[in-house]
């Protein structure tokens, strides 16, 4: 499979795509397939999301299958209660392991995370939606942040928010930043209504049937150079989640197909220690 800039690698029956190198040379970014995990149809099999009524035993086995490939000190990761919104949290080491093992009341209606917490892994559940995370190298030892960005959450401007919360909790330069923008579905499987089309008058365009086709991925780039970073920097591993069934799950195609429900892989990123000096 070409995956230019990436791997998929393999480890405990798991597979999962991460770019090649740290993101911003201070953060680890890990992009989770369906494959490997204990989940049955239609959440076939690796299911991150306790939010979609599979069993609930299977999510936690295979969240913690994917814990156990992390690597020695990570902290549990943190989960937000997304709700496409453009809520930002800042978020420590007080709240590793938030909505892990269970739903609870913590990081509720939040869309996007910010912390300088060294391996405190921020968690994104998606199906569709593009996964973002940014990586600022330059103030403290590195700060970082992860979006949950479909068309509502970028039409309420939640990567701009993002960026705004990293420049106002750590001073980040956007300029500095560098932004990974995960496997989402593409203009080829993302027909959506003129309502949804006239807010992002850039990134949609009219298809042969009439209907329009949105590059959500394109939206979410536009909306992070338009925040500042430098277009050079961001990065976008443009595999389509509809096409790509044998890879991810995705809610448009599981409704086309009749599903009644589906899975959702996961992004994953955190701040790795500096380099021993010498
Ligand atoms: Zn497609």
Redesign the pocket.
């Known amino acids: 499979m070409d995956l230019p800039g990436h791997v998929l690698r393999e480890q405990n029956g798991l597979r999962w795509i991460e770019p090649d190198g740290s993101l911003g040379g201070i953060a680890r970014v890990l992009f989770t397939t369906r494959g490997g995990g204990h989940s049955r149809p239609p959440y076939d099999s690796l299911n991150l999301a306790l939010h979609v009524d599979d069993v609930s035993e299977r999510v936690r086995m295979n969240r913690r299958a994917v814990q156990a490939v992390f690597g020695p000190r990570v902290r549990p990761p943190v989960v937000m209660d997304q709700v496409h919104g453009a809520r930002v949290a800042v978020v420590g080491e007080i709240h590793a392991g938030t909505r892990w093992e269970a739903p609870e009341s913590a990081l509720a209606g939040t869309d996007a995370l910010v912390t300088a917490t060294l391996r405190l892994p921020l968690t994104v559940l998606v199906a569709d939606c593009v996964p973002v995370a940014i990586a600022d190298p330059k103030s403290f030892r590195g700060v970082l942040a992860v979006a949950h960005a479909g068309w509502r959450g970028l039409a309420e401007g939640i990567l701009g928010a993002t960026v705004a919360r990293l420049q106002e909790t750590y001073g980040t330069d956007a300029a500095d930043c560098c932004a990974w923008l995960g496997p989402a579905?593409?203009p080829?499987?993302?027909t959506v209504g003129a309502e949804v089309a006239a807010h992002f008058p850039d990134d949609a365009r009219d298809g042969p049937g009439g209907e329009w086709r949105l590059d959500i991925g394109g939206a979410a780039a536009r909306q992070l150079a338009a925040a500042g970073l430098q277009p050079e920097r961001i990065t976008h591993l443009s595999l389509?989640?509809?096409?790509r069934g044998d890879l991810f799950f995705s809610h448009r195609r599981a409704t086309q197909a009749g599903d009644p429900a589906t899975g959702r892989q996961a992004l994953f990123a955190w701040i790795i220690p500096p380099p021993a000096p010498g």
């Not at 389509?240 to 096409?243: G, K, M, Q, S, W």
Request: include cysteine.
């Open positions: 579905i593409g080829c499987c993302y389509c989640t509809a096409c």
